[in-house]
């Protein structure tokens, strides 16, 4: 192993131990690969982040091959455990060299007590024959085998095997453990035109089929792409609630929780006719990322930084309100979140939910428009919370897609509602709805 791949395991080390105090993964990342080249960079990401996203298939092995339950395992110890056993299993590297670079980590960080338990434990795993016989079956223990191989807390699968079938959570699963494509939203001219300017540059890329002026990278880097082409990195879930929102209107259109920005961004871009355009964050860090997107850009974005539960805005004939949320549609985007949220977050969020609707019921103005959005799948968050707001707002009511939306039919149900279901396109997940104030 050569000193830069030592550098990108300890570094992928440093990231599970700040998750393990709190810290988001991407926010450790950022800081602690800062000073990796490219390849060690990339291995110190897959590394961290599949030990992260895997854990609950790494511990429920470990707990097989560890003489201890794993509580009483030495948290740091324990990680180099995750972090040899990824390599065993998900990084195909052969066992001596996944065992002898895992124990020299050890040595470099906690000494020499621990490596002869993690070279026993790593080479035990090694000798391991029947891996598949430690896990529960889809077919026979459906919430087993979701907890364990499928890595995702088990109050989430049981919610999701409450709802749908175990093959589309099976699915949801699967997709949740793999990384993501980077696709774009390109903001002006057409798709073609940004392929063959992207190409000219070195840079490979190809439209989503079935969804708006959505790119995949397939070749070079998203830095590359946005120095060529003008577009934002998003999912086509989140690109789908731009298209659903449609180009605002004349008058003052609010993104009231906007950061990281792209929707803003993308909808300022789109924008015809005069009006302000008006970006609202609660956190000043976070609209930090707006301006910034707004000035790569060139989108005529105004920023403000406000709690949407008390906007300091008068009105406005748009609001977006794409709320926080337990975002259990992007679990794939963040390795750490399955294992943070919770019911009691859940909890919390919905009432901060409803919150932000009683303020927009105030800051619409009569025949203005109202979009609900989140990137969550749990019904609390989503069509509940319309039944609820629509029950004690009578000034409100559903209103019409926009034509030419482009979106695909299957993901507007009848009523209207966008509902990007990661099983079924394979993207994030996302919900929206439109609401229109009767006008005076």
């Given amino acids: 192993m050569t000193r830069a791949a030592d550098e990108a395991r300890l570094a992928a080390f440093r990231v599970l131990a700040d998750v393990r105090a709190g810290s988001f993964a991407d926010r450790s990342a950022r800081r602690r690969f800062a000073g990796l080249s490219g390849p060690e960079r990339r291995l110190a990401m897959e590394l961290a982040f599949g030990c992260v996203r895997l854990r609950g298939r790494l511990d429920h092995e470990l707990r097989a091959l560890v003489d201890r339950p794993l509580d009483e395992v030495e948290p740091a110890v324990l990680d180099w455990l995750r972090i040899g056993l990824f390599q065993l299993r998900e990084m195909r590297v052969p066992a001596h060299a996944a065992v002898d670079e895992t124990v020299r980590g050890v040595r470099a960080t906690i000494g020499p007590r621990a490596t002869g338990f993690v070279n026993g434990v790593l080479r035990a795993a090694g000798r391991l024959r029947?891996?598949?016989?430690?896990?529960?079956?889809?077919?026979?223990?459906?919430?087993?085998?979701?907890?364990?191989?499928?890595?995702?807390?088990?109050?989430?699968?049981?919610?999701?095997?409450?709802?749908?079938?175990?093959?589309?959570?099976?699915?949801?699963?699967?997709?949740d453990n793999r990384p993501p494509d980077v696709t774009a939203r390109v903001l002006e001219g057409e798709v073609s035109a940004a392929v063959e300017r992207a190409a000219a540059a070195g840079v490979a890329i190809e439209p989503v089929p079935g969804w708006p002026r959505m790119v995949r990278l397939v070749g070079g880097d998203p830095a590359s792409l946005l120095?060529?082409?003008?577009?934002?990195?998003?999912?086509?879930?989140?690109?789908?609630?731009?298209?659903?929102?449609?180009?605002?209107?004349?008058?003052?259109?609010?993104?009231?929780?906007?950061?990281?920005?792209?929707?803003?961004?993308?909808?300022?871009?789109a924008r015809s006719t005069t009006g302000a355009t008006v970006a609202a964050d609660v956190s000043g860090r976070r609209m930090s990322d707006v301006v910034r997107a707004a000035r790569r850009t060139g989108a005529p974005l105004r920023t403000v930084v406000m709690d949407g539960r008390h906007?300091?805005?008068?009105?406005?004939?748009?609001?977006?309100?794409?709320?926080?949320?337990?975002?259990?549609?992007?679990?794939?985007?963040?390795?750490?979140?399955?294992?943070?949220?919770?019911?009691?977050?859940?909890?919390?969020?919905v009432s901060i939910q409803a919150a932000i609707l009683e303020a927009c019921a105030k800051l619409v103005e009569p025949g203005?428009?109202?979009?609900?959005?989140?990137?969550?799948?749990?019904?609390?968050?989503?069509?509940?919370?319309?039944?609820?707001?629509?029950?004690?707002?009578?000034?409100?009511?559903?209103?019409?897609?926009?034509?030419?939306?482009?979106?695909?039919?299957?993901?507007?149900?009848?009523?209207?509602?966008?509902?990007?279901?990661?099983?079924?396109?394979?993207?994030?997940?996302?919900?929206?709805v439109r609401l229109r104030r009767r006008a005076a």
Avoid: M
């Fill in 227 to 269: 120095a060529q082409v003008p577009a934002i990195v998003q999912d086509p879930a989140a690109s789908a609630v731009v298209d659903y929102v449609g180009p605002p209107a004349r008058g003052t259109f609010v993104d009231l929780c906007a950061a990281p920005g792209g929707k803003g961004v993308a909808l300022a871009s």
């Fill in 311 to 349: 906007p300091a805005i008068r009105s406005a004939a748009t609001v977006l309100a794409d709320v926080p949320c337990t975002g259990t549609g992007t679990l794939r985007r963040r390795p750490d979140a399955r294992w943070r949220v919770d019911p009691r977050r859940l909890e919390a969020l």
């Fill in 130 to 175: 029947d891996r598949e016989g430690l896990f529960p079956t889809l077919e026979v223990d459906p919430v087993g085998h979701l907890t364990t191989w499928g890595s995702h807390p088990e109050w989430l699968v049981r919610r999701w095997l409450g709802r749908t079938t175990r093959r589309e959570v099976a699915r949801l699963v699967e997709l």
């Fill in 368 to 432: 203005g428009l109202l979009v609900y959005a989140t990137c969550s799948l749990e019904p609390e968050e989503n069509e509940e919370r319309v039944i609820d707001f629509l029950e004690g707002h009578g000034e409100f009511v559903r209103d019409a897609v926009p034509g030419g939306s482009g979106l695909p039919d299957v993901a507007l149900d009848g009523l209207g509602q966008l509902r990007v279901l990661p099983w079924r396109f394979g993207t994030d997940g996302s919900f929206a």
